[in-house]
């Protein structure tokens, strides 16, 4: 699978094959980066916010459907979505689309 993160600033779009957390203790404002290769990703206040984007970051790979629900979905449906993608079936319904992921994901780094 292909990775690919937009960095925080927006100028880059890098294809990383592992990230981590730094803590530049000289950066007093934001002093936790996301760094790939060396490359600054995004900087964080603090560290728990650092992890919380890496954790985003793992649970997007490990992923296999997205599901997008365009307006409010009862909980019986949510279940039914939940049936129908553990099956490999297919379902309809105008409240919501499933996308399988591809190889590829590209992911933006949040502001703060």
């Known amino acids: 699978m292909n990775l ?3 960095s925080q600033n927006k100028k880059r779009l890098l294809k990383v094959d592992n990230l981590q957390i730094i ?6 404002e934001y002093p936790f980066y996301i760094n790939a290769d060396y490359e600054l990703l995004g900087a964080y206040k ?3 916010r650092a992890l919380e984007i890496l954790n985003n970051i793992q ?4 992923a296999k459907t997205i599901i997008k629900f365009k307006e ?11 049936d129908v993608i553990d099956k490999n079936s297919i379902i309809e319904l105008p409240s919501y689309e499933i ?3 591809a ?3 590209v992911y933006e780094m949040p502001e703060e």
């Open 4 to 6: 690919w993160i937009r």
């Open 23 to 28: 803590n530049c203790e000289d950066d007093k």
């Open 46 to 48: 603090t560290e728990k």
């Open 59 to 62: 649970n997007i790979i490990n």
């Open 72 to 82: 409010f979905v009862p909980k019986e449906h949510i279940q039914r979505v939940k």
């Open 99 to 101: 996308k399988e992921l």
């Open 103 to 105: 190889g590829v994901i």
